[in-house]
Structure formats: C-alpha cells, structure tokens
C-alpha cells in the first residue's frame, strides 16, 4: 500500500525558504502520476500548490509560481517543496499528495504544520 | 484567475438529502473538468469521495454521488448521517496540469 509522508522545520522564520519533503513508500516517484502539494492555513480552505511528474515536468498554482520550486529525487523516492520569500501568510498545514492522471487527488499525507514567525 | 466557488455553509437534518455545488466565476462546468470531491474533518487529510464527476472512489457510501447540474458540479449526500457533518471540497482540472479547489462547505448535520 502506498503511502506518503511529510517531512520538514516546522519554524521557519519570514523572508525565507520553507523545504519539504515528502517519502513515497510502498511505491515509486517513477509511477505515472502528478506528485504534489498542497496546503491549508489554520482554519482557512485548501490550496493547490504545483505537482512534478517523474520526468521532472511541473506545473505551479499561478499565484505561487514565482516563489515556488518543485523537485522530484526518483533515486530516493522523494519529491520536495521549496517556497520563498515567506511571510506569515505562509502559515499552513502543508500536505503532498500523489495526484492521479484523470486529474484527481487519490493518496494524502498526513500534512505538516509549518509556522512562519522570528 | 478562475475561481471555484461552493456554498460557504450548509446544514441539512439528519436522513434528509442535499446538493453541494461547484462553480466557476465565468463558465460552465462540464465533465472535461474533471470534477472531483473530497471530505475533510477537523485535525485530518482530505478524503476522496468522488472524481471524474460522478464515479465514488473506493469504500465510499453510495448515499453519496456526483453529477452535474445546470452549469454546476455537485456532490449529493442522500440520507445524511450525523457523522458526515465535515467540510468538503471540490476540485475542477483547468486545463494545462492545473487544477483549483473550490473555497469549501462547511456543511452541519442536525
């Protein structure tokens, strides 16, 4: 069974990079879906952040795109999240999950709280 | 950029039916958006509950079910049970590997 596992600082301070990572057990990166991310601020709605594909090609939420890299390690098994030039609004549970090619999300992680704050 | 809109809060009684929508803010939803559906508890994952329109993903009650409705996704729960009192979520593909999830519905069972 596949599963998927969050992994990263849960403080990170304003105007820098948050980086997550996220294993993929039970399964390969190599696999024929969207790997990707997304999040939640407290008590706010869900957000797409961006997907890769195993060959390495990404697509990134629009109003994210400039601050957002998205990478995928097949050799580990793992695919991360580097967001920049953070700000408080960046505060969020963060999820990665695998995104299906009928275009739906069908594998969670449990999600990873990350605070932004000195 | 294109928002997907749902209804902010719902509240049905417990055995009765309702309707959740999905909509965009310029357009029509049809199945080549690929809408799906997730439901979602306080402190846990989304759960999938329906994609591709109107197919139930593994292990999902048949109370619920997808469709479209006018201009409109829609999640349907037919006979609401206490504990499917959550918030849900649609997701539509816009085209290009992106996809946008809608704001969510708080919906109440009581």
């Known amino acids: 069974q596949v599963q998927l596992q969050e992994s990263g600082p849960g403080l990170v301070k304003p105007s820098g990079t948050l980086s997550l990572t996220c294993a993929v057990s039970g399964g390969s990166t190599s696999s024929s879906n969207w790997w990707s991310w997304v999040r939640q601020p407290p008590g706010k709605g869900l957000e797409w952040i961006g997907e890769i594909f195993h060959s390495g090609t990404a697509n990134y939420n629009p109003s994210l795109k400039s601050r957002v890299t998205i990478s995928v390690d097949k050799s580990k098994n793992h695919f991360s999240l580097e967001l920049s030039f953070l700000t408080a609004a960046d505060t969020a549970v963060y999820y990665c999950?695998?995104?299906?090619?009928?275009?739906?999300?069908?594998?969670w992680g449990r999600g990873t709280l990350v605070t932004v704050s000195s | 950029q294109t928002v997907v809109t749902q209804e902010p809060s719902f509240s049905v009684s417990p055995g009765g039916t309702v309707t959740l929508t999905c909509a965009l803010s310029s357009g029509s939803v049809s199945t080549s958006y690929y809408a799906s559906w997730y439901q979602q508890t306080p402190g846990q994952a989304p759960r999938t509950l329906i994609y591709?329109?109107?197919i139930r993903s593994s292990g999902v009650p048949d109370r619920f079910s997808g469709s479209i409705l006018g201009n409109e996704a829609a999640l349907t729960i037919t006979g609401a049970q206490a504990d499917d009192e959550s918030d849900y979520y649609c997701?539509?593909?816009?085209?290009?590997?992106?996809?946008?999830f809608g704001g969510g519905t708080k919906l109440t069972v009581l």
């Open positions: 591709n329109t109107n």
């Open positions: 999950a695998r995104l299906n090619l009928d275009w739906y999300f069908d594998l």
């Open positions: 997701v539509l593909y816009m085209g290009s590997g992106t996809v946008v």
